[in-house]
Structure formats: structure tokens, C-alpha cells
């Protein structure tokens, strides 16, 4: 069982990890040994998700969410297949606890004061008249 928060937890058998071939560089080592891991977890049919975590982790997750409400995240830092599955975990916990942060309250509109409009007026036109002194001299 993989402790998300106090109220979420996941069970072991709703994570699915296959080991996969690395791309980019690496020679022949990274020809022969599937050392990246593909992590899968079904946001849609967890039990483990309460709904509005479920909806917030739907905009979180992006284009790492298949349409059947999968969410795929691949791992391939490390030489080590053990170490690129905690990563992928890892990286799974981090998502799900930012899509278990509650929203923040909506922001109130507020006006400026008169006191504050006529303190902003008043100084573009001190700078009007710095200004207007820096051009030449007119000549009447």
C-alpha cells in the first residue's frame, strides 16, 4: 500500500509498471536491457480517489492521460529498473497530492479609493512636468 495523504492510499494492485527499453544514448547496454519502466494507473476506476481529486488530477495530468482515463508516466533517469520504478511512484504521489490541494478561494474584486486615484493622478503630472522642462525652450 502506497500512502498518498492521510485520507488517500493506494493499493499495490492499482499500479501497473512494465519494463521498457531506454531511449537516447547508452550504447549497447541500453540496446540489450529494458531498464525504463512505464507506470499505468487507471485514474477512472480507482476507489482510492475521492471526485474532486479525481477531476483536479484529470487537468493536472495533461497529455499523460490516455482516453480511457489511464494515466501513463515513464521513468528512464537511471541505469537501475528498480530505481526508475520509485521514480515513476514518485512522481505518481507528487501528482496526486498537488491534485489533492484544495483550490484556492476566488479572488474579490476590489476598487481603487479616491484617496489613491487622485495620489496616481497627482504624480503623472509631476512627471508631465519633468517632463515638459526637459524639451527646448519656446520662444514667443
Known amino acids: 500500500m502506497i500512502e498518498v495523504t492521510p485520507q488517500i492510499q493506494l493499493q499495490d494492485d492499482e499500479i501497473q509498471s512494465k519494463a521498457v ?5 547508452g550504447g549497447q547496454h541500453v540496446n540489450k536491457t529494458s531498464t525504463a519502466v512505464e507506470l499505468r494507473f487507471d485514474v477512472r476506476a480507482s476507489p482510492a480517489l475521492p471526485e474532486p481529486v479525481r477531476a ?5 495530468a495533461g497529455s499523460r492521460l490516455t482516453q ?21 511512484i514518485e512522481r505518481l504521489v507528487d501528482l496526486i497530492r498537488e491534485a489533492a490541494k484544495p483550490p484556492p478561494p476566488p479572488r474579490k474584486k476590489t ?4 484617496a489613491s486615484k487622485l495620489r496616481r493622478l497627482d504624480g503623472k503630472s509631476k512627471r508631465s512636468g519633468v517632463k515638459a522642462m526637459r524639451g527646448k525652450p519656446k520662444l514667443d
Do not use: F
Not at 515513464?74 to 528498480?82: C, D, K, L
Open 21 to 25: 527499453r531506454a531511449s537516447g544514448p
Open 56 to 60: 483536479r488530477l484529470y487537468r493536472l
Open 68 to 88: 480511457d482515463g489511464v494515466l501513463v508516466l515513464v521513468a528512464q533517469g537511471s541505469r537501475s529498473q528498480e530505481m526508475n520504478r520509485q521514480e515513476a
Open 111 to 114: 476598487k481603487p479609493t479616491y
